[in-house]
């Protein structure tokens, strides 16, 4: 017997030690995911979706909260019952049956909540429940005063909120179904039921498609059935480690939990840990080439691919943490529970996925095993193939490349000014038809239009009447009293509860308190009532916008240079370069807003697509942060996967031989990796929310921006033509080998030397 065979299969056996350690590290994985897949599903547990929860600290808004929750010994979030006559106006057969309804609410029982629960469970107050007609006498309100505490606390794993909605709705249908009255339930707490049941297909809905995409995706990219799944179980895996600790910090309050956070951080774990995967799989494949040990060459890929990899997730974690500065609370909270997941994918990818690759070896490849030829990454230059073609483009034009990709990068990036991001109002949050919004067209339409949310008022006792005054002549004011329930016509007003020597003044407004009329009107009140009372304050529904308004603004001022600064720095220290580093930063801001890269382009496309194709009204203030942390924190991981291996083949070969090299052998793995990441951003756009599907348009849109021009063309032309200097202070002694014109426009490309002979592309 021949001892070739004997010496082939001994040199891919792999040490019983380390696959014993890879065998405890699947079964460690293995718990977590038990473990933490339980908390994966729990997590809408402890998320708070109100916009007050989210409100800057400091700002009026918030006092305000504070202030009128002491006027009550229970925190209330009314739901209401919006009941219109399509023709006519209501008749007293009409009246009565609102009135028997509106009796008949507090013994309505709630089974989903557990047996013997009814609405009035939840209800406070001692008033009785009485239908209000308008003034046209078309339609009339019903308000039910929930306990915004008692209601917001998950119950058999169901949201009391939703369900007295859902349990409102038909009861109102059923009452009413001998009237030619159409109801709708709305207010606060019908916008917050109808936010919690949008959010309710997160870990569901959102979670399957994103998988199932990137199933599909690594199906075409590997050709193999065992690769894809054990991709799938690292983000799984992953998911499920993040979910454990963003579940326990959010339920003790550390931090705050919303249903587009969670979202985001699930979007986040399977983009992530599949472009990791992507990155240390395709260094693995490389080196099987030239290895017949699987052990050995996974060794080196992991080498190889650690240092990106950390620092690919470093600067995403680093740049989602710079958010923790954000006034907004909504805002702060994405930045540790994006981070989270991240580390989650970070940990899975770098243990879990090596342990399944060291069990499976080669074959983890079927049907398509990578054989020992000694195929060598500069080869690809050799060839034909894609990548091998663009290296020759960015080699032979290096300058009129990158020169040509910023202008048309620039002429995009000149839209990005029309981008509206004033906020949006209730009518436009939604992809789909919902009560809470049918219900504030039918107020709009009856009654005055801030009927369901009024400006509140806090001012001093002795201050009270002139501040009265002044907020009953405010030209965008319909009406208002001072005290918790307005006075009934015909009989004289009760005196307005006193609270530490303040007095609660509540008024209507003309427009809708999520219009441009409302925000314009708190702006004026503030102002006007600071002549009355440097201790009045101004909240409500509208101040709430304009606060968040104002927040977005400031946050976007603060976070902006801060999470350039971070990427510059951790650049610096992955390439020990000054240059490099500032040539990435800029090449993928300039991808994103006018004065800085990719995401202005991306933006500026994004105002054209949301005000011409979608017809968005307009969009969230917070929109343009969220776009530059995702698209310049993601976006840089590319072009660090790609500048990690120019560095490495820079070093033997040459910066201008390097950067050719690089770029061919990178090419489609960060082309796949981009691919992945666009399209799990996309499934964002299942859910029904005008916010979520703006986010997944600019992600997805910017990203493949930066995988296909800036990480192609621009990085890679640029560095080449600026040569060695791009390591500046460093300097590599390969560079001394290749001629200092090398890269001159329509030259040759550089020649570096390996061995003996010259390498040419």
Known sequence: MSAEPDAARAAARRPRPVLLLAVAVLLGWLAIGFFGGQYTGRLSEVQKNDNASFLPK??????????????????????????????????????????????????????????????????????????????????????????????????????????????????????????????????????????????????????????????????????????????????????????????????????????????????????????????????????????????????RAWRGSVEPIVASAATVILGLLCLLLADLQSTAGLGPVGALGIAGALLASLTFLPAILLLFGRKVFWPFVPKLDHVHSEDKLETRSLWGRVAGLVGRHPRRTWVTTLVVLLAAAAFAPTFKAEGVSIEETFLTTVDSVEAQKAIERHFPAGSANPVQVVTPEDTVEEALAVVTADEGVESAFAGLVAPVPGQPPAPPPVVDGQVLIQATTTGASDSAEAEETVERLRVDLDAVSTEAIVGGNAAINLDVLDASARDLRVIVPTILLVIFLVLCVLLRSVVAPLLLVAANVVSFAATIGSFAATIGVAALVFEYVLDFGGSDPAIPLYGFVFLVALGIDYSIFLMTRVREEAATRGTRRGILVGLAVTGGVITSAGIVLAATFSALSVLPLVFLVQIAFIVAFGVLLDTFVVRSLLVPAAAYDVGPKVWWPSRFAADTEVPEDGGTEGAEPAVATRGAEPVRP
């Open 58 to 299: 400091d700002a009026e808004s918030t006092a305000v909260i504070e202030a009128v929750s002491e006027f009550s010994d229970e925190q209330q979030i009314p739901i209401i019952l919006v009941a219109e006559k399509a023709s006519g106006t209501l008749t007293p057969e009409d009246l009565s049956a609102l009135q028997e309804l509106a009796t008949s609410v507090e013994t309505l029982p709630l089974p989903d909540l557990g047996d013997g629960v009814t609405m009035g469970d939840y209800l406070v107050g001692n008033a009785p429940l009485t239908p209000v007609p308008s003034e046209d006498g078309r339609a009339a309100l019903l308000v039910l005063p929930f306990d915004e505490v008692a209601a917001s606390e998950v119950v058999e794993e169901q949201s009391p909120l939703v369900v007295a909605a859902e349990a409102l709705g038909e009861a109102a249908d059923a009452a009413l179904a001998g009237t030619q009255l159409t109801a709708y339930v709305g207010g606060p707490g019908g916008l917050v039921a109808d936010f919690s049941a949008a959010f309710a297909g997160i870990d569901g809905i959102l979670l399957g498609v994103a998988l199932l995409v990137v199933l599909v995706i690594l199906l075409v990219v590997y050709r193999s059935p065992i690769l894809p799944l054990a991709v799938l179980a690292s983000a799984l895996f992953g998911l499920s480690a993040a979910s454990v600790v963003v579940y326990q910090l959010a339920a003790n309050d550390v931090i705050e939990l919303s249903g587009q956070s969670q979202g985001i951080m699930f979007i986040l774990v399977v983009g992530a840990a599949t472009d990791y995967a992507l990155l240390l799989v395709s260094r693995f494949r490389e080196e099987l080439h030239d290895e017949v040990n699987s052990w050995t060459a996974l060794k």
